[in-house]
């Protein structure tokens, strides 16, 4: 017999309640998504075709309704309850004691400890398990009916899991926009070049008092509970339990999402060491929360403690540092990193924000000024949340009473004044400076000294940092200029080290035109980019005096990458430098005589090939055995996988080699790859 209509659609939704409460209660999908978007379209095919069966609690029908005009009001039966606050131990300590004296006792009073979400209150109240309405705290008193929105959030249940519950039951719980949510939200507003949220909190006000359910439905809020209001008409069944720890379990078990970093603390002490692990991991929460929520366990304990006005005297929210503060925009300089970047960086007036005194905020670029209209003399918000740096978040609205100047832009660099370039599209600015500037002199040279660029053994970043440092170079021409003599006077440089380095320079000053143009570490000039370049214009000096329009013929090499290659040619002190390399005794190898060994080795069985190189070659280095191979028009590859044609493997190849064998890639070794090579 066929399974009647009726049936079949209460089947469905019980599976889809099943789910959902799986994926967002207990946080452990046991579907994949696409399966349960399978269920819900087959429950609303069944719907379209029967109509009359449709019923509110339907998991299709979360937004149905249209748009109000406003909210209406919804008084509380019983009052939403506030929290007293406490900023240290002290302040904890008295709370405890204040426990102790009203319940006559000296034993340790059990409490439970929570996270305090930074939300927004509200009351769900259910009757015979049914969603009747959803409402804000408000004054506590009379909050606004938000329902046709609540419904819309799917980790609120429209109907309770099973049937053991109170026949009127009201949740209180914390409505909020997880981080990530957020960040992607504020993502989206940005592209749109709609307002962004402030923070989360705001975000989550917004979109709940949306007039449009539609609206709210798109936006990812959360829910946790962490208390009841009215529970009433409870046969023993549905009887909720005597402590808040196991209520909170029973409403999870009900289907109502609860935190799950609760947890019960027998003394003051325990209290602090919670509030110290949870505010460690407070970035990494997927939730901005503000401190943590203590309360009695025992529901008997909490009646006979009562409240004051609108706050429990059995509950405490032990604050965090602040993560936002106001302060004052006494100026705005301009700092330099090691790549060049440029950052504006506003000097204030020092501020408590986040557990430190904060003198100095990031601006992070031009465009975030113009767009926040940040100006010397405005008051601000600061943000530090964690080890982040602290950022100038906005600007307080109506704060400016007198006009203030716009900041302006930078066009030198403040550290070696050479030209700033800012590529459209880009949001940071850089000195273009890069062979010269104080502020990237160490990078610079490191980059140069590197393996795949002038490969110049014995000189690490280490050595670098401390001959800078030392103000022994300040340029990578000066390199050429060390004598063993000045080496020596480094930490951990002997005589054999230093003369070691030393030869190890000579030998570099005959690069490939190539490996030299990489060297100079021009943005974006990556290695593949800086062979291209090799190959078309042959010799430094055709490459130097290149004009943007040549230099976006180069394979590789697009509108962004030209400007760069523009701006540092065209830059006097990078012109100075070069010279001084060449004066230094530096012969770049023109491609010419590389075309010459090509042409010999056209027939290469490598050509047009792809291989991987794995473990220590007996002779040659990676990076030489690299050179030898792209200079017969082989690709070199840092992984293995099916379009691997060969893997040139030397002594300790480990998981590569596996691998490649599993993949029946050919296998050789250093002398055939010689011998194939000619
Ligand atoms: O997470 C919260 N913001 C939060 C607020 C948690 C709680 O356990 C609360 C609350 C407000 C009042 N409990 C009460 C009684």
New binding site residues.
């Given amino acids: 017999m066929p399974v009647p209509i009726k049936k079949q659609i209460e089947s469905l939704r019980e599976k889809l309640r099943y789910h959902s409460y799986q994926y967002y209660v207990l946080d452990d999908p046991d579907i994949p998504d696409a399966q349960y978007d399978r269920l819900y379209n087959q429950l609303v095919a069944l719907e379209e075709k029967h109509p009359q069966l449709i019923t509110p609690d339907s998991p299709t029908q979360r937004v149905g309704a249209k748009p109000l005009s406003a909210f209406d009001q919804i008084q509380h039966q019983l009052p939403m309850?506030?929290?007293d606050n406490v900023f240290d131990f002290d302040a904890l300590l008295s709370f405890y004691q204040r426990l102790q004296d009203r319940l006559h006792t000296e034993d340790e009073i059990e409490l439970t400890a929570?996270?305090?979400?930074?939300?927004l209150?509200i009351s769900l109240r259910y009757e015979k398990g049914i969603l009747i309405y959803a409402a804000t705290r408000g004054d506590g008193s009379t909050g606004e009916n938000v329902t046709q929105n609540v419904r819309t959030m799917r980790c609120v249940p429209l109907r309770l899991l099973g049937e053991n519950y109170p026949d009127v039951l009201e949740v209180?719980g914390?409505i909020f926009m997880p981080k990530a949510g957020f960040e992607k939200l504020n993502r989206l507003a940005k592209q749109n070049d709609e307002k962004e949220f402030a923070n989360p909190r705001n975000a989550a006000a917004g979109s709940l008092r949306q007039l449009d359910p539609a609206i709210t439905a798109k936006r990812p809020l959360s829910l946790?509970c962490?208390?009841t209001g009215v529970v009433a008409g409870e046969k023993s069944a549905g009887k909720l339990a005597t402590t808040h720890y196991e209520i909170l379990q029973q409403l999870r078990g009900y289907g109502l999402p609860v935190c799950n970093e609760i947890k019960l603390v027998n003394s003051v002490e325990a209290c602090l060491s919670y509030y110290e692990g949870i505010l460690k991991r407070r970035d990494d929460l997927a939730y901005d929360i503000d401190g943590i929520?203590y309360?009695v366990n025992s529901i008997a304990l909490q009646n006979s403690l009562g409240f004051v006005a609108r706050a429990?005297r059995w509950?405490i929210a032990h604050k965090f540092p602040a993560q936002e503060e106001i302060s004052k925009i006494i100026d705005v300089d301009f700092q330099v990193g090691r790549t060049g970047a440029i950052t504006p960086v506003a000097r204030l007036e020092p501020v408590f924000v986040g557990g430190v005194t904060v003198s100095n905020a990031t601006l992070h670029n031009m465009d975030e000024i113009r767009r926040k209209d940040v100006r010397v003399g405005d008051q601000v918000i600061i943000r530090r949340a964690g080890d982040v740096i602290p950022e100038v978040v906005r600007v307080l609205p109506n704060s400016r009473t007198a006009p203030l100047t716009e900041i302006q832009i930078l066009t030198n660099c403040p550290v070696c004044h050479s030209a700033v370039e800012k590529i459209e599209g880009e949001a940071v600015a850089r000195c273009t400076g890069g062979l010269f500037c104080p502020a990237q002199r160490a990078q610079a040279i490191k980059h140069f000294a590197s393996r795949k660029a002038m490969d110049i053994d014995g000189l690490g970043e280490s050595k670098v940092e401390q001959l800078v440092e030392q103000g022994l170079i300040n340029t990578a021409a000066d390199l050429y200029q060390l004598k063993v003599e000045t080496l020596t006077s480094l930490d951990r440089m002997g005589e054999k080290s230093a003369k070691n380095l030393i030869n190890a320079l000579e030998i570099s000053k005959q690069p490939m035109l190539a490996r030299f143009i990489y060297a100079l570490g021009i943005r974006e000039v990556g290695e593949t980019t800086a062979r291209n370049l090799a190959k078309e214009f042959k010799t430094l000096a055709a490459v130097q005096t290149a004009s943007y329009e040549q230099l976006i013929d180069v394979q590789d090499v697009g509108p962004i990458v030209a400007k760069h290659l523009v701006n540092f040619l065209s830059q006097e002190h990078n012109q100075v430098v070069i010279k001084q390399l060449l004066a230094a005794g530096i012969k770049v190898q023109n491609v010419e005589l590389d075309q010459h060994h090509q042409d010999n080795q056209q027939d290469c069985e490598f050509t047009g090939k792809t291989l991987v190189i794995t473990g220590t070659l007996p002779t040659l280095s990676r990076e030489q055995a690299k050179e030898k191979l792209l200079a017969v028009g082989a690709f070199v590859t840092g992984s293995v996988s099916a379009k691997t044609d060969y893997l040139l493997a030397g002594d300790k190849a480990g998981s590569k080699l596996a691998k490649a064998t599993k993949l029946g890639v050919s296998i050789i070794d250093e002398v055939t790859m010689l011998k194939t090579l000619g």
Avoid at 114 to 119: A, I, Q, V, Y
Wanted: proline residues 11%; glycine residues 6%.
């Fill in positions: 309850l506030s929290l929570e996270p305090k979400l930074d939300g209150a209180r914390e946790y962490y208390s929520v309360k429990p509950a």
